[in-house]
């Protein structure tokens, strides 16, 4: 049974953009052609939960000490993601999502939510330092459980009615407890079979937290609120023209102030600023915006963004490589 999962989830992990479209299709179309189902917010958050905890099994919050070694690229990682990324998010929103507010509303949020587990993927893939990345990671995480709450009310103005305690409510459940949980699990992991084995069994944190994710797609896309995007695709058409233009800014203005710095530390900063926390975003609009149309366009751009965001990494990953040698 053990030996079956793994295969799973290293199917899943390997095929992973495919499969959120696939998934994201059959959603769609399972809640247009029978009605969709109501939405349950203990469902919704019990998957998101599962979906968060595996990824946090992985991350190691004591990375955050790797900062005293790297100030600089660290602290330029924190101008990029929490003031550059959420002002271009804001303006871009504004030129090409000017009518539908709601979308803008998600593009924010993933602007917001700096950086994943796969910032370190593709660090190491890229020959990067992979003790910048994860400080990057443990930092931008521990300002988003702060930052969160005071700042997405005022970049959403009046697109939210939740206020600050609420969405910190909102954090404890999405990212704390399952942060907490994940550290004593690794903990434990470490402590009875060692650090080689726990080194060898993180494939499949990262391929379950993947299974999580596409029950999370599939429960979001199969909601009785979903069929306007079926009725309206040219909406998914204006999220994935608006998200290519986000991901190009972010890419480029990350490679730009980050020309004079050593390879390795060089694309540890761009892909701890580029690639977003987007299953942690996603786990956070869900509790947080509820069961209506509009929740369900804010949802949409967060699913989206997954379309953009691997290959956009992938083709990255590759360009560095190319330069480099």
Not at 255 to 284: E, K, Q
């Amino acid at each position: 049974m053990f030996a079956f999962i793994e295969k799973l989830t290293s199917i899943v992990s390997k095929h992973l953009t495919v499969l959120i479209l696939v998934v994201m299709l059959l959603g769609l179309f399972s809640g247009y052609l029978f009605g969709g189902i109501a939405f349950n917010l203990g469902i919704c958050a019990t998957a998101s939960f599962l979906m968060i905890y595996p990824m946090f099994i992985n991350l190691s919050i004591e990375d955050i000490g790797e900062i005293r070694n790297n100030y600089y690229p660290v602290g330029l990682s924190i101008f990029i993601n929490f003031i550059l990324s959420p002002l271009f998010a804001y303006g871009i929103g504004w030129l090409l999502l000017s009518d539908e507010p709601f979308m803008r509303l998600g593009l924010i949020l993933i602007a917001f939510i700096p950086t994943s587990g796969m910032t370190a993927t593709w660090t190491e893939r890229s020959k990067g330092n992979l003790k910048v990345a994860l400080s990057i990671i443990a930092v931008s995480l521990v300002i988003v459980i702060v930052g969160l709450p005071l700042a997405l009310p005022i970049l959403a103005g009046n697109l939210l009615e939740a206020g600050p305690w609420f969405i910190f409510q909102r954090i404890i459940l999405v990212i704390l407890l399952p942060l907490t949980l994940g550290d004593i699990t690794r903990r434990m992991i470490i402590a009875k079979k060692g650090h080689e084995y726990f080194k060898k069994k993180k494939p499949l944190f990262s391929g379950l937290s993947s299974v999580g994710l596409l029950v999370v797609l599939f429960l979001i896309m199969s909601l009785n609120t979903t069929s306007v995007i079926i009725e309206h695709p040219l909406l998914s058409l204006k999220g994935l023209i608006t998200l290519f233009f986000y991901y190009v800014l972010m890419f480029g203005v990350s490679t730009l102030v980050t020309y004079p710095m050593a390879y390795p530390v060089r694309v540890a900063v761009i892909y701890g600023t580029s690639v977003r926390y987007l299953a942690l975003a996603l786990g956070i609009v869900i509790p947080l915006l509820g069961q209506n149309t509009n929740s369900s366009l804010a949802v949409l751009m967060v699913a989206l963004a997954f379309f953009v965001q691997v290959p956009f990494a992938s083709f990255y990953s590759k360009w560095l490589l190319h330069k480099r040698l």
